[in-house]
């Protein structure tokens, strides 16, 4: 075999014959590492004709259901047979255990599961499942391994209907010099494993690490690669999760799924504004209930804004959860046409339970959560309030 000496950024994918100090498609400065790859000789290799869309094998299988509620939701009804599901998100925000959950789920319909580790042995994994209260199923096999070539000789002697594996940046193809992580192993692995889901049918899920900036580790290889790609989002510090489709070949990217991180896992919530709004009878000033849309579902969430007179040069302006320009447009709002002195006030906007909200139907929640706390007049418990808010101080309709 030749054997042949790439540059590849560590960030994009990039592939140069010789060392760049900065990569040409990103711009990302010391991200290209060096990497020995075999080139395999060509061999025969049987090649499937073309085919009229008339003389194609219409026969569907249908999804089946994961076992959670919110998880089949997000993938648009169920998982489909032969597809690849990418499910991301940072280090202990429960996606191990999401995933044991739903393998175990899987089992239990009489399907064959394959669950693969490489982060932990599988001592290690019986006492999570343990800690989580899954029993061990007759149908749900687990391994522990990080050669992609014994992965690969699993599924061919087991044949699952189903793959789990934790994670693809551990998993290393024994044909590439580069360590386990690099771009090109990332690569390679879940093009092997997607061609074999595609061949047998087989729904295969990898869990994937992400990077400090926050972005699956290796994106523009693994996001085109794979059928659907989930996130994770939520902080560590706080019970609830939320998962998002990012991608989706087969259903919509405008769903997502609401879990609580319990004892025994993470479980599905089934009011969801529950865990936005604060428990108490009284409500303080700067207190402002508003409806928004997450998905396809409306949720009740709290915004909680806090004005006190500042003693600086420049008065803070600190927000959580809501997008900070959008927060400052506002406050010249109320200045300019409500007449609102707060250019020496300090303000702090929260929006409780963690959440990110981008949609302008908050702006009206808002401007009042923050004329009750200069005031210090608290708003009616039971007003819900929704609307854009546009320059001329004019409250605009949402759809």
Known sequence: MKKQTLFICQNCGYQSKGFLGRCPECESWDSMIEELKEQEPKSAVSIKPAQLLSDIDSEFKERFLTGNGEFDTVLGGGLVAGSVVLLGGRPGIGKSTIMLQIACNIASTKKKVLYVSGEESL?????RAARL????????YFLSE????????QIESLSPECLVLDSIQVVSHPGLSSSAGTISQVKESAQVLTRIAKEKGIAVFLIGHVTKEGSLAGPMVLEHIVDTVLYFEGESFLSHRILRAIKNRFGSTNEIGLFEMAENGLLEVKNPSSLFMLEGEENAAGNAIVSTMEGTRPLLVQIQAL????YQGFPLRRTIGLDHNRVTLLTAVLERRAGLALYNQDIFINVVGGLKISEPAVDLGVVLALTSALNNKSLQRDLIVFGEVGLAGEVRKVS
């Open 123 to 127: 001592a290690q994994i019986k006492m």
């Open 133 to 140: 209260k899954i029993e061990g199923k007759e149908q749900l």
């Open 146 to 153: 990080t050669n992609l070539e014994y992965i690969v000789s």
């Open 307 to 310: 004005v006190a007179k500042s």
